[in-house]
């Protein structure tokens, strides 16, 4: 499917009144959303830009004087506020931040820069830092070139305290009647938007299946990714509809779309409301054969949303979500307690603690994304491994949490099976620690591994044998078969879900499983599409887990499914080999 084209339809050209006009995008999280639009830049990846006048130089160079000598305040105050306890790295890394603050080209040339240039002080400050990391870049000294995440940390901050705002948009007075346009998201920005009750948000970058489209979909929002050039067209509040599930964002809509839609929005409500009462039901095909519905999480609180979705489980808990937006890490007891409140409010029910997948687009404030590639290089489990402190300490808190519910514990990314002998050698180092400690955990622990790499789905025996559980992680395991970027709106349109060749590392997986008698279930975006329900029933999956938003839908998808039809239907489908054949089958499937 090709992405099509901007089109602009101009319907309403009365005097006074703007243009409507159509955007088209990919749609990420479905709902439709009518509100005013609210244009957001975040300090990392949208500076402003203009030109000042020459009688507003002294002025502009005085902003900048004070969010310099706002942060130099920051540092001072935090400083005074470090324990005499606390490691000594720490106070070394706040006197580093402050003299790289004090260093000239950061705190004096931008002030030149402003004068001679007539430039906004966002972008002179830009500037300095660009030529700075590339001075940096060509030092030979290692630990100096590592420097660069600091020097970008200290700009951030004061490029946030000229912003007078975090990377949270400044919220607008009635939040429920505002759409947010922005040129990007990251994850870590988007995480924040749970504290928001925006009507829905849309973005010109990033693909349907990256993390930040993800976070949308928790939200439970419309949202449209990939729009292009959105945050360029659309002017502070326009009035705008969101499509989420067409991808379709309509600027300035004339009264007669704004009644169709609102129509649609009204209809959408009642069947999400009808949808309600099957949250007790128990989830079961109609031959009554059992479905394990579990919900996706990225934060403790989302506990709450899977609950009431009737969830039977977590089948992922993203737990680097924890470290993101901040500028320290969680400690032991910080994660212990997170992990140990989402434990207890599932009560009895399963909990999938998935380890940390940082890297590629979920980094940690002020690191590089990692890399000249990042979704290929130090990522996840290989992260770990690179950081062992860190990830001792996040099972040791694991562990802990495991004493108060039933946990399991799942490893993302797995490439080769000799990484699975390293993780469970560090998780008896972990365990020991306790044991010396006398902190209790549970002994029999479950450890699972993602398959989400090609390599690992190929050779599914040599994981299983050494594991408790499999789960599918098909986001990554599309990416990386179809060799896409996720999170690169230009090559979305490839990401095919349904490509022959996805179907048969799927299918391979899941029967692999079967066969060795252990379970599997898919923990990616696929899991939660009505869509692929019944083809994945058909493959043999009885364990799906998703957002908590996408689950009475599936869950009144597999109470409508007929298990053998499913079955005949998906080996059908395995064995085509046209695109279009597969479709017409998954078409009367669904039917
Ligand atoms: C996946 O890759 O499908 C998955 C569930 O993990 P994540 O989306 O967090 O990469
Ligand atoms: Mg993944």
């Not at 949308?216 to 705008?240: D, M």
């Not at 991808?247 to 704004?258: A, M, Q, T, Y």
């Not at 549970?442 to 040599?462: C, F, S, T």
């Amino acid at each position: 499917m090709d992405q099509p084209p901007l089109e602009i339809l101009r319907v309403d050209a009365r005097a006074g009144r703007h243009a409507s006009f159509t955007l088209h995008g990919a749609g990420a999280s479905s709902g439709i959303a009518i509100g005013y639009a609210h244009l957001v830049s975040t300090a990392r990846l949208e500076v402003p830009q203009y030109e000042i006048a020459p009688e507003e130089v002294d002025q502009e160079i005085e902003r900048f004087d004070s969010a310099v000598a706002q942060v130099r305040g920051e540092f001072v105050g935090l400083r005074a506020s470090v324990p005499a306890s606390a490691p000594a790295e720490l106070g070394a890394f706040l006197d580093l931040h402050r003299m790289i603050l004090d260093d000239s080209m950061l705190s004096e040339s931008p002030r030149e820069l402003i004068r001679t240039r007539r430039c906004n002080a966002e972008l002179a400050l830009v500037q300095q830092m660009d030529m700075l990391l590339a001075r940096f870049e060509a030092i030979e000294d290692a630990y100096l070139r590592e420097r660069k995440a600091d020097v970008r940390q200290v700009v951030e901050r004061v490029l946030k305290a000229m912003l007078g705002s975090g990377h949270a948009p400044p919220a607008p007075a009635h939040e429920e009647n505002v759409v947010v346009v922005a040129h990007d998201f990251s994850p870590a920005d988007m995480i924040l938007f749970k504290q928001h009750q925006f009507a829905g948000f849309v973005t010109d970058l990033g693909g349907v299946t990256s993390h930040t489209a993800i976070v949308a979909r928790s939200l439970g929002l419309p949202a449209i990714v990939g729009l292009h050039h959105a945050r360029q067209l659309i002017r502070e509040n326009e009035l705008v509809i969101v499509d989420g599930a067409e991808g379709v964002l309509i600027v300035n809509p004339d009264e007669r779309v704004l009644a169709e839609y609102r129509l649609k929005q009204s209809a959408l409500q009642i069947e999400r409301q009808k949808l309600r009462r099957l949250i007790t039901a128990p989830a079961s095909t109609l031959d009554g054969t059992p479905i394990e519905l579990q919900a996706n999480i990225e934060l403790p609180d989302d506990v709450g949303a899977a609950l009431d979705a009737g969830a039977s489980g977590v089948g992922l808990f993203r737990t680097e979500f924890l470290f993101l937006n901040r500028d320290d890490l969680p400690g032991e007891d910080e994660q212990f307690e997170a992990y140990c409140s989402a434990v207890e409010a599932m009560r009895d029910r399963p909990v999938t603690i998935r380890t940390l997948d940082l890297g590629a687009d979920k980094t940690l404030n002020g690191a590089d994304r990692g890399g000249p590639n990042p979704a290929l290089g130090l990522r996840a489990i290989r992260f770990c491994f690179a950081e062992p402190q860190m990830f001792l300490t996040q099972l040791r808190a694991i562990l802990r949490a495991s004493a108060f519910g039933k946990v399991r514990l799942l490893i993302p990314m797995l490439a080769h099976a000799h990484e699975i002998e390293l993780v469970l050698q560090y998780l008896q180092q972990a365990r020991d620690t306790l044991q010396a400690m006398g902190i209790p955990y549970d002994h029999e622990l479950e450890v699972g591994g993602m398959i989400e790499i090609p390599a690992a789905a190929l050779a599914v025996p040599l994981f299983i044998k050494r594991l408790d559980f499999l789960s599918i992680g098909t986001n990554d395991l599309i990416q990386y078969t179809l060799a896409i970027d996720r999170t690169d709106d230009m090559v979305a349109h490839l990401y095919d879900p349904l490509h022959p060749g996805v179907l048969q590392l799927v299918a391979g997986t899941i029967r692999t499983a079967i066969k060795s008698g252990k379970p599997v279930a898919v923990c990616g975006e696929m899991a939660g599409e009505v869509a692929y329900t019944r083809l994945l029933l058909g493959l043999g999956l009885r364990q799906f887990s998703m957002h908590p938003a996408q689950l009475l839908a599936v869950k009144q998808q597999v109470l409508r499914s007929d298990l053998p039809e499913a079955e005949a239907l998906a080996s059908r489908i395995l064995r085509a080999e046209d695109p279009e054949k597969i479709r017409q089958l998954l078409g009367r499937l669904n039917a």
